[in-house]
C-alpha cells in the first residue's frame, strides 16, 4: 500500500526507514493526540475509533468489528503483513489512557 493512499478516516501515514506505518490521531479540546504507530491501516482505524468512542465524538471507520476483521484480513492478504492482534489491542488500550 502506498503511504499516500489513507483508506479511513483519522489516520496519517509516517516512513519509518523502508516501510510505511500508520498513525491514529483523535482530536479533543483544540489538542491532537497520536495514538501509536501501526503497520496494518485497519488497526489504526480501529483504534481511532475506540478513541472516538471513548471520548463520545461521532466518526468510524468501522460499523462493527465484524467489519473490522474482515478488512484488517484483506489488508493482510494484500500486503503480506501478519501481526498479532492481541498486541494491537493492548498497545491501543495503553496509548488511550494518556488521554482517557
Not at 483508506?7 to 479540546?29: A, E
Not at 483504534?47 to 476483521?69: L, P
Amino acid at each position: 500500500i502506498s503511504p499516500k493512499v489513507i483508506k479511513y478516516i483519522g489516520i496519517r501515514s509516517q516512513r519509518v526507514q523502508q516501510h510505511t506505518t500508520f498513525r491514529p490521531c483523535v482530536k479533543i479540546d483544540k489538542k491532537t493526540y497520536f495514538l501509536g504507530s501501526y503497520k496494518l491501516q485497519a488497526d489504526a482505524a480501529r483504534v481511532f475509533d475506540a478513541a472516538n468512542e471513548r471520548a463520545g465524538k461521532n466518526g468510524r471507520n468501522f460499523a462493527s468489528a465484524e467489519h473490522y476483521h474482515a478488512a484488517r484480513e484483506k489488508e493482510i492478504k494484500e500486503t503480506g503483513i501478519r501481526v498479532d492482534i492481541g498486541e494491537v489491542v493492548s498497545y491501543g488500550r495503553k496509548r488511550m489512557t494518556k488521554f482517557m
